[in-house]
């Protein structure tokens, strides 16, 4: 059964970086695009940003451009999402997904909580 | 703002029929891109519900269909349920931004 396990949650202070992991299994980690969606309290999904771990290709939603990266790491079939300089505005849930073109994101990771307070 | 456009709430009695819109434009939708879209239940992880414009994946009940038409797609729940209400939000990808974007929400009360 395809499984994405990301890690847990996290509170950080205003201006600090994190990176957040996502864990695939039981299906080809290189033949799928994983991506970054963002969800505030009470608010929509965000499209972040969105990796393809078999050639690298990587794509930024316009609302994350320059607020951190995306990347992988195919040994260990996990993918990652850098967040910089957080704001208190950067507190949201954070999934990662599996996603095909055709197919849409239909495995998604349980989500990450990320809390940025002083 | 996103470029997807999607009514904030929709609202309907248990049994009707409602409809969800999805509007985009020559970028993303009218450029002939697939919609999928995508169910958020109350403190849930979002599931996908349509995906191919009109397919359900396995577990989805049929009263989900999904529908496109140029720059506009739609949701529709045939004999709405209680357990229906919940978010929920279309995806397509735009040629301009070059990548896939979900539209606002929409969320569905059951009266």
């Known amino acids: 059964e395809a499984q994405l396990v990301q890690s847990g949650a996290e509170v950080k202070k205003p201006g600090e970086s994190l990176k957040i992991s996502c864990k695939g299994s039981?299906?080809?980690?290189?033949?799928?695009?994983i991506g970054w969606v963002r969800q505030r309290p009470g608010k929509g999904l965000e499209s972040l940003g969105i990796?393809?771990?078999?050639?690298?290709?990587?794509r930024y939603g316009p609302s994350f451009q320059g607020q951190g990266t995306v990347s992988a790491d195919n040994s260990i079939t996990t993918a990652y999402l850098q967040l910089n300089s957080l704001k208190a505005s950067d507190t949201a849930i954070y999934y990662c997904?599996?996603?095909?073109?055709?197919?849409?994101?239909?495995?998604w990771g349980k989500g990450t909580m990320v809390t940025v307070s002083s | 703002q996103s470029v997807l456009t999607q009514p904030p709430s929709v609202s309907g009695a248990p049994g009707q029929r409602i409809t969800i819109s999805c509007t985009g434009s020559?970028?993303?939708?009218?450029?002939?891109?697939?919609v999928h879209w995508y169910q958020q239940l109350p403190g849930a992880v979002p599931r996908l519900l349509i995906f191919?414009?009109?397919n359900r994946p396995s577990g989805v009940p049929d009263r989900f269909s999904g529908s496109k038409s140029g720059a506009s797609a739609a949701l529709a729940i045939n004999g709405l349920q209680p357990e229906d209400e919940a978010g929920y939000y279309c995806?397509?990808?735009?040629?301009?931004?070059?990548?896939?974007?979900f539209g606002g929400g929409t969320k569905v009360t059951v009266l």
């Open positions: 997904a599996r996603f095909l073109a055709a197919d849409g994101f239909d495995v």
């Open positions: 039981g299906f080809n980690f290189n033949t799928y695009w």
């Open positions: 990796m393809y771990p078999g050639d690298g290709e990587t």
């Open positions: 020559s970028s993303n939708l009218g450029a002939d891109y697939d």
């Open positions: 191919g414009n009109n």
């Open positions: 995806q397509s990808y735009d040629k301009g931004l070059s990548i896939w974007v």
